[in-house]
């Protein structure tokens, strides 16, 4: 039987020691004649060379993006990933450790995490940062039920230019403990959010207005000016980065007036899969630290003095708090957090600046290429690397001509706003060459034509 | 009785930013094909970054080196003898770890159209089905990111359909042998927490639920085996009364381990479980993460199931976003993908008979462990166990030595140590889960070495005061770490 | 063990000791040596009130945390600010230099159903 070591003399010697005659001698507690009679109606087993072949069978009926030129974003980024990365995290010694409950044997993974924490605090400007969380999405939440302890305040103003699937995950989240969420506008010529739509929607009663920069259409937010507005009805402005390679180019939360900085830190080191596992970042200011949900590691020492690390803060959690503790939240996200570590150390500083203005000067030749085929950016705000675009025919349509082509052309944005019917969002990042950027172009102008007859 | 310290990987490593030298670069990015744009001339400056303050300049061989002596200070299930309680540290196999790494699978956007992801939502809709299959229950969602997401999911959909049914509910009885993440789910959904006690034999009694249950009580969420690693024997009539009081029961199935081909807790009355991937089904826990929290339910509970579903018609899979009834989302796309891909991989090798095995022989383990033990550590529950145990310190601390010494010695026999202090219902608690993939000698050898270190707490208790001895670290400071918190490094 | 004989005791572990309307408000020896080596405390702000029987303030260990209740309603006029810099502090000396808050009570009759030092004894004998 695969993974399980017991011959059948094995089991006799349990047996016999545990003084049952049979398993089911073990099991008089279950109900009677509630236990199973027959197998599980599953597949049979496989020998590991033939499950190999089954699951190579179900992967290949997918389409990757090594396969397809992918102009897709919106939250999940095709990046490039050193082999160091996951040469480094398949060391079993991390990835079959648990949680770091006994510093003595876990001081490779508390280390890793005290690095990732310093990282983000890095990358943020921000004071301290928590050992990750699920996913940007859920970490947006848990930011707003946050600022709600902080403040003591209750209302939740959400930028209708952040992630669709994030405000949708907040509105789940909230519901329990009473939503007072709204939304502020965007505006529909710059694509970024409206400091008006603010000012209308807040009150005295806000705990914390939630902006996305870049924002969901690619559009770079004014965080300086809007956190005047948060700011002087003493909410909280809490900045979500879905794109974290922007930070190498663009001036971090910490420096903008921003209270709690969240977002997704995928983009570094992590794979794409099919959307997760992913992971939530977190960072705040130092007199925030109390009210921060997930796991933190301290630098300390031990009996000897010695440099040492430990989880930290731990009364902040479930399992000494219970009901009352910050969050729900169990375990981080500590695998894809080591992996994000390995590539912002990868990259240092001169290679995170530079890889961000990579990704920048891609999108800004993809804009521009596509600017000569007639399509035209939608909003007039300036972007990172992804923005919107509008066309004069049914994006769907051309998304699927696109794909007869091998392209996959971005994100139609009908299914999340409505109003932007004919609104298409496309990425560029350092994964599309120079030569997949024109064939889309090109390819653009070709599905592009019919309609202009 | 050796001592497996290895002294050789003990050498200092500092943090990654003490080794960094402004300039280098550990693997360089791709090189410019396009124009580099004009970036001042596009962006106003304000909006620009200067330095990142700190960033690690770091060449590629001293990161590898950095990590892999990091990796070295950790313990994992492939190090040794994991028996952490509750937990479920059983072998990660590595084909699981190859098929998530499929390009088929991990070059995966989750937005490209369904047409170019009918695997993906193939592997989907049948590991769905599975659970659903092992557990009894008739819908399950994979979205949840662990165990605690799968709660607070089951959780809310349960306040929706009351809420739908236009009679909200307002509490969740918690028995106190739970989880702390029962209670801290339960708050988040917005109910409020009734606690209830465990009867003299460790488990719930019908009375107990009697005195607490009423129409305001949205659910009784208990765990099944509980954390002393015993059946609640009662379940079916406990069951039964909270339906007629018009309540939903909900289980914890972080020791689905047990049950596997023995029992469908669906049959037994649950409406709701959370499976944690990571416990039974073999995906590794990655130093804490990531798991995967997916939720069984019951008929009347899958309106409220998040967003979107997964969709079969005649041989096309597609996402099912129209759902007027559902809680909405727990997170952004679908789920922990990679972690279901190792999941599906450890169902379809292990077969209906490799499930049932498995659950069985996690069982007789624990069972082995709890016989040989017994006279030397205290039992509060002297019953057939279920795929734990649960002793106590209490023959111990005559000689001034508690639990956490026990642990800490535990390390010095290259053992890693069973969870301490839980569940709170026994004082000075260890709780050990040896799963089944461990061999009898494995069994054997934590035994003497549990028994050794008994006999040492009555010869030379300082031994065990003092330990771990051979680690990268002795005992931690943690009353300094919170006193005078580091939480991040600085430049000095 | 200490239980000076000058004091008040609640069953919430907290000591009291009253002085005209003022009432000065700490925990006891045996609440900070069950709770282990105290990290944080969280007190209310001077000119606040607080109520008997509620929360006034949190007292949290590496692995413990535990709300410390009033023994009388009243108005906040002085906080140990000390404490809060030092918590170490809450360990050495329970009945002296940890003090936590000073009250200005309200009504008397707050203090009637207050433990003697003999009584507060007993009953934690009894919690064992």
Redesign the interface.
């Given at each position: 039987m695969p993974y399980i070591p017991h011959t059948d003399k094995d089991a006799r010697t349990i047996l016999q020691a545990v003084g049952a005659g049979s398993i089911d001698e073990l099991l008089a507690s279950l109900p009677a004649g509630s236990r199973l009679k027959g197998p599980l109606n599953l597949p049979g087993g496989l020998p590991e060379q033939e499950l190999k072949a089954l699951l190579r069978d179900l992967s290949s009926r997918n389409v990757t993006t090594g396969e397809y030129s992918s102009f897709l974003g919106a939250g999940a980024y095709n990046h490039y990933i050193p082999s160091v990365v996951d040469s480094l995290i398949s060391r079993s010694e991390f990835y079959t450790s648990y949680t770091p409950y006994q510093p003595e044997i876990s001081q490779g993974t508390l280390q890793a995490i005290f690095e990732y924490q310093t990282l983000v605090c890095q990358l943020t400007s921000m004071d301290v940062a928590n050992a990750s969380l699920y996913d940007g999405a859920s970490a947006v939440a848990e930011a707003a039920l946050m600022a709600r302890r902080i403040t003591g305040k209750e209302g939740i103003i959400l930028s209708a230019a952040l992630h669709p699937e994030y405000r949708e995950t907040v509105k789940t989240y909230l519901v329990g403990t009473g939503d007072h969420i709204s939304e502020a506008l965007y505006c529909t010529e710059a694509g970024t959010t409206l400091p008006e739509a603010i000012e209308k929607n807040i009150s005295d009663n806000t705990a914390c207005v939630v902006v996305q920069h870049p924002n969901f259409f690619g559009s770079l937010e004014d965080l300086a000016a809007l956190s005047e507005v948060v700011h002087r009805k003493k909410a909280l402005l809490i900045a979500v980065v879905t794109e974290p390679i922007s930070l190498g180019l663009l001036r971090p939360p910490g420096v903008l007036g921003c209270d709690i900085a969240v977002g997704e830190n995928q983009s570094f080191g992590n794979p794409l899969s099919y959307g997760g596992p992913y992971l939530g970042f977190m960072a705040t200011k130092t007199e925030f630290v109390?009210q921060m949900p997930g796991r933190l590691v301290g630098q300390t020492v031990d009996k000897n003095g010695k440099r040492a690390f430990c989880l930290t803060f731990?009364?902040r959690e479930q399992h000494?708090?219970r009901e009352r503790a910050t969050s729900n939240i169990c375990t981080n996200h500590g695998l894809c957090a080591l992996a994000a570590a390995i590539h912002m150390t990868s990259l240092g500083e001169g290679g995170l600046k530079k890889l961000a203005r990579l990704n920048f000067s891609k999108a800004e030749y993809l804009k521009n290429r596509l600017k000569t085929v007639g399509v035209e950016p939608a909003f007039r705000g300036q972007t990172f690397n992804e923005f919107t675009v509008r066309l004069d025919k049914d994006p769907e349509t051309i998304l699927k001509s696109l794909l007869k082509k091998k392209i996959i052309g971005g994100l139609a944005l009908k299914r999340f706003y409505p109003d932007l019917k004919q609104h298409l969002l496309i990425t560029a990042t350092e994964m599309n060459s120079k030569g997949e950027i024109d064939a889309f172009a090109d390819a653009m102008a070709g599905v592009l034509v019919p309609a202009a007859k | 009785m050796s001592m497996n310290g290895a002294k050789g990987l003990l050498l200092e490593e500092p943090v990654i930013f003490e080794k960094s030298s402004p300039g280098r670069t550990g693997v360089e990015p791709a090189s410019f094909d396009v124009p580099e744009a004009d970036i001042e001339g596009i962006i106003p400056k304000q909006m620009l970054r200067g330095a990142i303050e700190g960033f690690p300049d770091v060449s590629e061989m001293d990161i590898v080196r950095h990590y892999t002596r990091l990796s070295q200070w950790n313990f994992g299930v492939d190090s040794g003898f994991y028996p952490l309680g509750s937990c479920t540290m059983k072998y990660n196999p590595k084909v699981n770890e190859e098929a998530a790494r499929l390009p088929g699978f991990a070059m995966l956007h989750p937005y490209e159209p369904e047409e170019l992801t009918q695997g993906a939502l193939q592997l989907m809709y049948e590991l769905e089905n599975y659970l659903a299959e092992i557990s009894g229950m008739d819908a399950v969602t994979l979205q949840p990111s662990a165990g605690a997401h799968g709660e607070l999911c089951g959780l809310l959909a349960i306040s929706a359909y009351f809420k739908d049914k236009g009679r909200p509910r307002t509490k969740v009885i918690i028995p106190d042998t739970a989880h702390g993440t029962n209670p801290a789910s339960s708050h988040l959904a917005g109910f409020k927490v009734v606690p209830v006690k465990s009867e003299g034999r460790g488990v719930l009694s019908l009375d107990a639920i009697k005195g607490v249950m009423d129409r305001d009580v949205a659910a009784l969420m208990l765990t099944n085996p509980n954390t002393i690693g015993l059946f609640e024997r009662n379940i079916k009539e406990i069951a039964d009364f909270v339906h007629k009081k018009g309540g939903f029961v909900y289980c914890d199935g972080a020791n689905l381990n047990a049950l596997m081909g023995i029992i469908k807790l669906g049959e037994l009355g649950v409406d709701v479980i959370q499976f944690n991937l990571h416990k039974t089904f073999s995906t590794p826990h990655g130093g804490g993460g990531p798991g995967s929290g997916p939720v069984g339910v019951k008929k009347a509970l899958a309106p409220y199931l998040p967003v979107p579903r997964i969709k079969k018609t005649r041989s096309k899979y597609s996402l099912d976003f129209n759902r007027p009834k559902s809680i909405g989302r727990m997170k952004a796309f679908y789920g922990n993908f990679s972690i279901m891909v190792r999941a599906y991989s450890y169902i379809r090798r292990m077969g209906a008979e490799g499930l049932k095995r498995a659950s069985e022989t996690a069982i007789l383990n624990a069972n082995y462990i709890k016989e040989n033990l017994k006279g030397t550590y205290h039992l509060p529950y002297d019953e057939p166990c279920m795929h734990e145990c649960v002793f106590s310190d209490k023959y111990q601390l005559g000689s001034g030595v508690a639990t956490m010494d026990i642990a800490k010695r535990l390390i010095d026999y290259g053992f890693h140590p069973p969870t301490v202090?839980f569940p709170l219902v026994v004082h000075g608690a260890i709780m050990i889960e040896p799963t089944e993939t461990e061999t009898l000698e494995t069994l054997d050898k934590f035994i003497v070495a549990m028994k050794a270190i008994a006999e040492e707490a009555k010869t030379s208790p300082q031994a065990l005061k003092d330990a771990p001895a051979n680690t990268k670290v002795q005992r931690v400071d943690?009353?300094k770490?919170?006193?005078e918190p580091i939480l991040r490094w600085r430049k000095g | 063990m200490e239980f000076p004989k000058d004091l008040k005791y609640t069953k919430e572990h907290e000591w009291v000791k009253v002085d005209g309307s003022i009432a000065t408000v700490g925990i006891t020896d045996y609440a900070q040596d069950s709770l282990g080596?105290v990290?944080?405390v969280e007190l209310p702000q001077e000119g606040g009130s607080v109520t008997k029987n509620e929360p006034f303030g949190v007292v949290?260990?590496?692995?413990?945390?535990s709300d410390l209740y009033s023994p009388v309603s009243g108005s906040v006029a002085e906080v140990n600010d000390a404490i809060i810099d030092s918590?170490?502090v809450i360990n050495d000396d329970p009945y002296g230099d940890a003090w936590m808050i000073r009250v200005e009570v309200h009504s008397p009759n707050d203090l009637s159903d207050l433990l003697s030092a003999e009584e507060y004894q007993k009953y934690i004998e009894e919690e064992k």
């Open positions: 109390r731990s009364t000494i708090r | 202090y943690e009353t770490a919170a006193r | 080596d990290v944080y949290e260990s590496v692995k413990a945390v918590p170490e």
